[in-house]
Every structure is written in structure tokens, then in C-alpha cells.
């Protein structure tokens, strides 16, 4: 049995996997930003408050782990898969990948990451200096191609001509898409629905 302790130690760190605050892991997973507060885990007359079940589901699949996981987490342990990765340095990756944007071919590697259920995630190693500040040459990108991507998610978009890139996705119409440099010295691009192969969320990157 946890203690009230652990459970909220466990929501800090289900935080910081998700790379956010417990206001953040909140607002993300569609809760009041205060619902994971510290103020709110004693009341005022100084009686203990738990999560409620309805929170912490929410806030675990927000963070795309499961119960499990989330069990780990509390008592301190690992519990880990191995998912395909790849070195964006390496090969062609253009042909690393089908047509829907998955993993294919034999250069791919293994990495443990903690379960993300029947997710078909995987991690890209990113390369050079083109996303920096956000994420660094070495970073370890999770992309999960199965989730829709929404305007201000970081994503990773393979053009039809095969260039592999980052980006801050922008609102689209039927015929076009918004692109944000995750740069602050690099362009932005509007870019037609037509020449992209497809795009992925990033949804976790290791620092």
C-alpha cells in the first residue's frame, strides 16, 4: 500500500517524465492547472487529499504511461520496454521509414523507455544544431506517430522529397500547413499539405 506521500511523489515525478510542472501535467492532461498543486494535497483544517482515479487516469495518459508505470514511479523502480531508435546522423533515413512515417528496414537499434502500451513510438537521436535551444545535438527524441498532432505540439515532418526536420506545428488548412522553427534564428515555413509524407508528435525527449 502507498502512503499519501508516495502517491504525490509519484505525480511529481509522472510530472517531470511528461517534462512539466504538476500545473503543467495538469492543464495537459485537461484538469484545473491547480489539481496536482502542493497547496491542494492537505486541506486547510489539515486532513490528507488524495487524487482522485478520474485524475490520475487522465493525467497518465497525458503522460502515455499506464498504471503500472505509474506504480514504478511511486515505489522508485523501472519498468521499461525497449523501442526501435535510430541516429538521425546515420544512413538514409528517408528509406528508415514507410509510408505512414513508421519504422523499417534493418538500421534501427533497441532502447529501453518505459511502456507506452500498444504505442507505435519510437526514438530518434537528433543531430546537428537545427532545433537548438529545445533540444541539443545527442537528445534522444520519443515520436509517437499513432497521435494526431495539434497546433503548438512539437513534431517531426518528413517532406516528399525526404527531408526529416523538427518543428512547432502551426494551423493548417485543406491546402497547407504552418511550420515554427524550434530556432529562434531559423526561418519559418508554410509548407503544402501535398509535399509532406507525414508528420509525428514528438512526445518526450531525454536531456
Do not use: C
Not at 502517491?7 to 491547480?34: M, V
Not at 537528445?139 to 517531426?156: F, N, S, T, Y
Not at 526529416?164 to 526561418?187: F, R
Request: no cysteine; glycine share 8%.
Amino acid at each position: 500500500m502507498f502512503t499519501h506521500d508516495q502517491i504525490w511523489r509519484g505525480i511529481d515525478r509522472l510530472a517531470a517524465h511528461a517534462q512539466t510542472s504538476p500545473s503543467g501535467l495538469a492543464r495537459r492532461a485537461g484538469l484545473d492547472s491547480t489539481t496536482f498543486n502542493p497547496s491542494k494535497r492537505i486541506s486547510s483544517d489539515g486532513k490528507l487529499r488524495w487524487p482522485s482515479t478520474e485524475s490520475l487516469t487522465k493525467a497518465l495518459s497525458a503522460a502515455h504511461l499506464g498504471f503500472a508505470d505509474f506504480a514504478a514511479l511511486v515505489s522508485g523502480e523501472s519498468r521499461a520496454r525497449s523501442l526501435p531508435a535510430l541516429d538521425l546522423a546515420d544512413g538514409d533515413r528517408a528509406a528508415a521509414f514507410d509510408a505512414i512515417g513508421l519504422p523499417t528496414g534493418p538500421g534501427w537499434a533497441r532502447v529501453p523507455f518505459p511502456d507506452l502500451g500498444e504505442s507505435d513510438a519510437y526514438a530518434l537521436r537528433v543531430e546537428g544544431e537545427a532545433m537548438l535551444p529545445i533540444y541539443r545535438p545527442g537528445d534522444q527524441l520519443i515520436i509517437a506517430p499513432d497521435e494526431k498532432p495539434r497546433p503548438g505540439d512539437r513534431v517531426m515532418v518528413k517532406t516528399r522529397d525526404g527531408e526529416i526536420s523538427g518543428w512547432q506545428l502551426g494551423h493548417s488548412t485543406v491546402q497547407e500547413v504552418a511550420l515554427k522553427s524550434l530556432n529562434p534564428s531559423g526561418p519559418d515555413r508554410i509548407i503544402k499539405l501535398v509535399e509532406i509524407a507525414w508528420i509525428a508528435r514528438i512526445v518526450w525527449a531525454s536531456q
